[in-house]
């Protein structure tokens, strides 16, 4: 390494953030960017440690140590060659990813760990600016003809490695813009949406064609793929939401918790919204659900000025630090995070049980009815949960958010059209992430289940070396090493 006692001179330094108070006024990213001194300092860090997990912990086999010594030693153009060996897209990634190559570090046994995603997406920035990244065609063409559905970043990371292939792509989304659940469900304060056109503009240099407001199962139909293209790829996501049939749900204010992000990102690029507004502003918001998507409802609420902010979770409050018993080095922490947007206002509750949405005289929501419960084995020596008596309780709220996941892929359209089998979990059922029709592949949530945007990269560049083996009888596409098993699976 370049420097090899770098953990032990400098301190985990990360970027520090813009103020609360003013960054809720806009929707620019939170985090001011670090001088590329400290960001060479923070990659003297990494340490020459013999067996490198992070490798593991990320989903995608990220060749760490190696760009963060050619960062450490100002090869910036180096580090970018790395790491777009196994990430088509560091720039997403760098900002938005959990980090579960950091929580496998070996300097996290004992020291906090290397800000890896930090100079990931530093990385990314520099060869945006130095004009690094350029638009790189194929030399030659198959003259294979692939569709991806869908353009969220496993559709993405397909095209772009299929298209590197040789193979001419086409990317449908049913939307009006490209990106998926990065351009609708991430918010802009988190993901600024020129960081995804100034990709998808070198994309299309390089030859792949997308189609906006092409729904492949409703106006266009699955026959004409399969007629038109010699390989068919589905990466529209597992965009069912999960819903909490619960008394009250048909109230006015109860909606699931991407309605409310989309709206609003589309608010931000300017596009009209064809339905009623979901505001947040100057009322009671209640987010249920304690994952990254409830997060960014409590961050997207403080925008809209809203008068209070809640985010309430069914399970006990996660501990401060690891247990060292239970949830070892090099797992994924399960541990309480606190998000920027927690940072920005918020009450936080655990361990709340949802019983009513409740209603004023004009169907609309007023409040909501909980109570708290307690977690414990039950006599079945199963983890259960019982309700505590004389907490039941009505808050305020007239606007509920259902960000509590999601439980598949979308039933009708292209699935139902294809016949496609799915699994006991309702994803679309995959053999080398090829469906139960020929020529018909997956990949991303849609195949996985939910996820991270990190696995969605990794499987569209896995089903895309599957698709270019199938086609063409082997693939150059580079591969995953599956000699070990990710410990970030669970992450």
Request: contains cysteine; charged residues 25%.
């Amino acid at each position: 390494m370049g420097q090899i006692d770098g953990f032990m001179k400098f301190d985990r330094e990360m970027p520090k953030s813009r103020d609360p108070k003013e960054r809720i006024k806009d929707y620019k990213e939170v985090y001011n960017p670090l001088d590329k001194e400290k960001v060479k300092q923070q990659a003297a860090r990494c340490m020459d440690c013999g067996v490198p997990f992070c490798h593991n912990g990320c989903p995608l086999g990220n060749n760490i140590p190696d760009f963060n010594d050619a960062v450490y030693n100002g090869k910036w153009e180096e580090a970018i060659k790395i790491l777009s060996s196994t990430n088509n897209f560091p720039e997403f990634t760098g900002r938005i990813c959990p980090a579960p190559c950091e929580a496998s570090c070996v300097l996290s046994i004992n020291n906090k760990p290397v800000t890896i995603e930090y100079i990931e997406k530093t990385i990314a920035e520099q060869a945006f600016e130095k004009g690094y990244l350029k638009p790189s065609p194929p030399k030659q063409r198959t003259g294979k003809r692939v569709a991806i559905v869908g353009s969220g970043p496993a559709g993405l990371a397909a095209a772009a490695q299929l298209n590197k292939a040789g193979h001419w792509v086409t990317v449908f989304e049913r939307s009006d813009r490209i990106g998926g659940l990065l351009r609708y469900g991430i918010p802009d304060f988190k993901l600024e949406k020129h960081v995804i056109d100034r990709r998808l503009r070198l994309m299309e240099q390089e030859g792949i064609v997308f189609r906006t407001n092409a729904h492949v199962g409703v106006n266009i139909s699955a026959k004409h793929l399969q007629d038109e293209f010699d390989a068919v790829v589905m990466c529209g996501g597992a965009s069912a939401p999960r819903d909490l049939p619960i008394p009250g749900r048909q109230l006015k204010g109860v909606h699931f918790a991407m309605e409310f992000l989309s709206q609003q990102n589309k608010r931000v690029a300017g596009d009209n919204i064809f339905a009623e507004d979901i505001l947040a502003t100057e009322k009671n918001v209640l987010v249920i659900g304690g994952g990254d998507t409830g997060s960014d409802c409590v961050g997207t609420s403080n925008r809209h000025k809203a008068k209070s902010v809640t985010q309430i979770e069914l399970l006990a409050k996660p501990p401060l630090t690891r247990n060292e018993a239970s949830n070892p080095w090099p797992l994924w922490p399960m541990i309480l995070n606190t998000s920027s947007s927690h940072e920005e206002g918020v009450n936080r509750e655990w361990a709340i049980l949802t019983k009513e949405f409740v209603g004023d005289s004009n169907g609309r929501l007023s409040g909501m009815k909980i109570a708290e419960i307690k977690w414990g084995v039950n006599a079945q020596g199963k983890m259960g949960f019982e309700e505590i008596p004389g907490t039941e309780r009505v808050i305020p709220c007239e606007l509920a958010l259902l960000a509590i996941g999601f439980v598949g892929a979308e039933k009708g359209g292209l699935v139902e059209e294809l016949k496609l089998e799915l699994d006991e979990r309702g994803n679309i059922r995959t053999t080398n992430y090829m469906s139960s029709q020929e020529g018909v592949f997956s990949a991303g949530d849609v195949r996985r289940g939910q996820s991270l945007v990190v696995w969605a990269i990794s499987e569209g560049r896995e089903a895309a070396r599957a698709v270019d083996t199938w086609l063409m009888g082997s693939s150059n596409l580079e591969a995953k090493d599956e000699s070990f098993v990710h410990i970030s699976e669970e992450a």
